[in-house]
């Protein structure tokens, strides 16, 4: 078999392949033996009718036909391994010629992995600055402790005020007539919460126990109820209770009650190690992102748009499963935003032509490094992510003979280690 590649613009390349003669022969007789065995023949048992019979009643297209589809396949990735190329979408093929006792030759072009010209791996001036805790960061998360076993206490003389709890009853008027959903008994509003929508809490300010009142307000336009979007509505509302936060004292046993620590001392103590503790950590990752970004941008290559399109798929695909965790649909959240489908892919676009620049620098690294993932590394992350999610063992296991899984993998582990071969590269002595 001969194959030919020649560069093309924008990462795209064309073929011509060609198949020996008696190789296609082969394929057709192939061909014939498979078709013969599902197809019944009168006066012949299956399989076993003559090839001139068979053609007599089908025609031979279709054994070259069936012979170009198997073996056309083959003969591209003999034809893309001997190119060594790396193609990163499928190919555009037409046929030259497909007769029998003639060479089988095919042509076409196919989009393959950029060249990526790396520039400096080093030499960025980039340092690791960690902050140091204050006192007052400690006492925000004291104080969020404190929020959080904070409790509701009636404030029979006060009226509402921004940060109240206001007990209401309230119905809601379209033109005079109430709607659907627009009542609720006893519901405790924080004011000040954004809650309900833009007018509602702040019409409630200066309201107390036992009062009622009329609260005008006007629907989103963007609202999520069709039938309410942009229309000005009446809301007839009455405060049954104002209540306030009343958080617990900061003392020992608030200590003891929030930790495992008998002292509010110690507590602090704690909470400031545990600051340090984030701070390095958050500064490490920023270091090292900054490193990996002033090596991407030092690099040159032209990133091809069908990764770029994959790459924002894969974002919106993962966008859409945090909406699920939050109990949205990506249709809901069109229908609250405004949003289309496009203005997301045009949202994600540069971030996703930044993160597949990334990734193929990232590759050229530690293909110009010398760096490489084991096979038995990657069993090693594989027993890693046992011992982390032991409930998905089965899961993992079919995860660990999958071929194209274990690929992925390799991307990824062999990716972490351009980071930590530049991150070396980049830390002073």
């Avoid at 597949?356 to 050229?364: E, I, P, R, S």
């Amino acid at each position: 078999m001969k194959a030919t590649w020649d560069k093309l613009e924008k990462n795209w390349m064309q073929f011509e392949v060609e198949v020996e003669a008696s190789e296609f022969s082969k394929s057709i007789e192939a061909a014939f033996r498979k078709m013969n065995q599902q197809v019944t023949i009168p006066g012949f048992r299956r399989g076993k009718a003559p090839r001139a019979i068979f053609e007599r009643m089908y025609g031979k297209e279709a054994l070259v036909q069936e012979a170009v589809e198997q073996l056309l396949p083959r003969a591209y990735g003999q034809a893309v391994e001997q190119g060594q190329v790396e193609p990163i979408a499928q190919p555009e093929i037409e046929l030259v010629q497909a007769e029998e006792g003639r060479p089988f030759i095919f042509k076409g072009k196919v989009q393959v992995l950029p060249e990526v010209t790396l520039g400096r791996l080093s030499g960025f001036g980039i340092e690791k600055t960690v902050p140091e805790i204050t006192d007052e960061q400690v006492e925000e998360q004291l104080n969020a402790l404190r929020e959080r076993l904070a409790t509701l206490v009636s404030d029979e003389a006060g009226e509402v005020v921004n940060g109240s709890f206001a007990v209401i009853d309230f119905e809601g008027f379209i033109d005079g007539e109430p709607f659907e959903g627009g009542k609720g008994e006893g519901y405790t509003l924080e004011i000040g919460s954004g809650t309900f929508i833009p007018g509602f809490e702040e019409g409630l300010l200066g309201a107390k126990a036992g009062e009622t009142r009329d609260v005008n307000v006007t629907f989103p336009e963007e609202y999520h109820a069709e039938h309410l979007a942009g229309k000005p509505a009446v809301f007839k509302v009455t405060v049954q209770e104002v209540k306030k936060k009343e958080l617990p004292e900061l003392n020992d046993e608030f200590a003891q009650q929030v930790s495992p620590f008998k002292t509010v001392e110690e507590l602090r103590g704690d909470i400031k190690n545990r600051l340090t503790e984030a701070a390095q950590q958050n500064a490490e990752r920023e270091f090292r992102n900054k490193i990996v970004e002033a090596v991407t941008n030092d690099a040159a290559v032209e990133v091809p748009e069908v990764m770029v399109s994959d790459k924002v798929h894969d974002m919106i695909h993962d966008f859409e499963h945090q909406l699920a965790q939050q109990g949205f649909t990506l249709e809901m959240w069109h229908r609250v935003t405004g949003k289309t489908h496009e203005d997301l892919h045009k949202e994600f676009g540069p971030r996703a032509e930044q993160a597949v620049k990334t990734d193929l620098v990232l590759a050229a690294v530690a293909k110009r490094e010398g760096l490489t993932v084991s096979e038995a590394e990657i069993e090693a992350e594989f027993d890693r992510l046992l011992a982390m999610y032991p409930r998905q063992k089965a899961d993992i296991e079919r995860l660990r003979k999958n071929a194209g899984y274990r690929a992925r993998m390799r991307e990824d582990l062999l990716a972490q280690k351009a980071v930590e071969h530049l991150v070396a590269l980049n830390t002073a002595a």
